[in-house]
């Protein structure tokens, strides 16, 4: 079976390299799977955990936001922010998630807190998934 090369990017440098057999990811329109060959596209990613599949195994990375780029023999992904689990501190993870479900449910707070709070909701879940935690 053909594979596909994988590079997600971040500012801060590479996350990931390699090449796997199916990679999956989760745009704003919903789930992609991407196979080798697959047409050429541009598509905004959404928080959420980019599936690494070669052979029987499986890898994780949390994105939170970006782009991904397909083209038949390669995937980059461009993220805001990316972290293998095993770069993940689950602890300060939960601590994110409590602050911001204690931003969600304080009564004084305008649009704009608001949507960074639920925002870091879902980068705080997101982390915890991937590490398992």
Do not use: W
Not at 1 to 25: A, C, E, F, L, Q
């Amino acid at each position: 079976m053909s594979t596909i090369r994988v590079n997600v990017v971040t500012p801060d440098g590479k996350v990931y390299d390699g090449d796997v057999d199916m990679v999956v990811v989760r745009t704003i329109e919903g789930e992609l799977g991407i196979l080798p060959k697959h047409i050429p596209l541009v598509a905004p990613l959404t928080v959420g955990a980019v599936r690494l599949k070669k052979g029987n195994s499986e890898e994780q990375v949390a994105v939170s936001g970006g782009f991904v780029e397909v083209r038949p023999d390669q995937v980059t992904i461009l993220a805001e922010a990316a972290e293998l689990p095993s770069a993940i501190d689950a602890d300060r993870a939960r601590a994110a998630k409590e602050r911001a479900e204690s931003r969600l449910n304080s009564t004084k707070q305008d649009a704009v807190d608001f949507k960074r709070a639920e925002l870091a909701l879902k980068r705080a879940i997101n982390r915890l998934d991937v590490t398992g935690k």
